[in-house]
């Protein structure tokens, strides 16, 4: 595993844009597929972005597809989210994951969390 912690969220006005970081420490993080779940009040927590271990594939919900945007630079270990055109239905906590990129593997390591409020 590794241990992740978030910052960058905040609150901003619709069609705003934030960018969230993640930083990661362990060795293995450039072997990890690095995601960004959000839950918003009420509702399940759900992938927006994920990135793969080397970070030449991406994969977005279609709910974000074209205004978010995910990277990492695994020199230092960080991982990010631009998120343009903010909607207040993006407002939720947003949480870095990752997982050892090979297929059947699921999340394991998990950031505390950052909270993203759009104001309309």
């Known amino acids: 595993q590794v241990q992740l912690v978030e910052s960058g969220g905040g609150v901003v006005q619709a069609g705003g844009s934030l960018r969230l970081s993640c930083a990661a420490s362990?060795?293995?993080?450039?072997?990890?597929?690095m995601g960004w779940f959000r839950q918003a009040p009420g509702k399940e927590r759900v992938i927006v972005a994920s990135?793969?271990?080397?970070?030449?594939?991406?994969v977005y919900a279609d709910s974000v597809k074209d205004r978010f945007s995910i990277s990492r630079d695994n020199a230092k270990n960080t991982v990010s989210l631009q998120m343009n055109s903010l909607k207040p239905e993006d407002t939720a906590v947003y949480y870095c994951?990752?997982?050892?990129?090979?297929?059947?593997?699921?999340?394991?390591?998990w950031g505390q969390g950052t909270q993203v409020t759009v104001s309309s």
């Open positions: 990135i793969s271990a080397n970070g030449g594939r991406t």
């Open positions: 362990g060795r293995t993080f450039r072997r990890y597929r």
């Open positions: 994951a990752g997982r050892y990129d090979l297929p059947g593997n699921e999340y394991d390591s």
